[in-house]
């Protein structure tokens, strides 16, 4: 019997494997020996001998995916081609939108103090916030800076 399927016994033609699985093996006799797709690959069709890719930026697949965006990123996270799970945007870094690749860098004015941040937080009064930000800095002795968002 052919990869990507199986022939059960007495069967002159082979059975193809459903879709979210696949079966990279010669002489496969039941549905058993047809496999669930890797996790972080998708598995689209069927009577296939190799998962067809992998899941999409912005996505992640856990396993038995039939389609390269089984899962949506949530916002404050972010996955890369291949991911089988959503990573959290690092400390200093933000993402207001689901289905993203990457993480924004804080901007100046703001902190981003905790990770898997949505929005980052408005530097205030009396302190200053470079860009990617985890903490606002204090101004130095002597002086004052008044205003948010600097």
Known sequence: CPKGGYCPPGSSLPTACAEGTFNN???GSTQQDCVTCTPGYYCAGSNLPFPSGPCA???YCTGGAST???FRTPAGHYTLSGAAAASECALGT???LPGQGACTACVVGNYCPTRALV???ICYPGG???AASVTPRSCPAGTFQPYTGR
Request: proline share 17%; net charge neutral; hydrophobic share 5%.
């Open 68 to 70: 390269p965006t089984q």
């Open 119 to 121: 929005n980052y937080i």
């Open 57 to 59: 930026g912005g996505y």
């Open 128 to 130: 200053y916030c470079p």
């Open 94 to 96: 933000y993402n207001p």
């Open 25 to 27: 093996n010669t002489g």
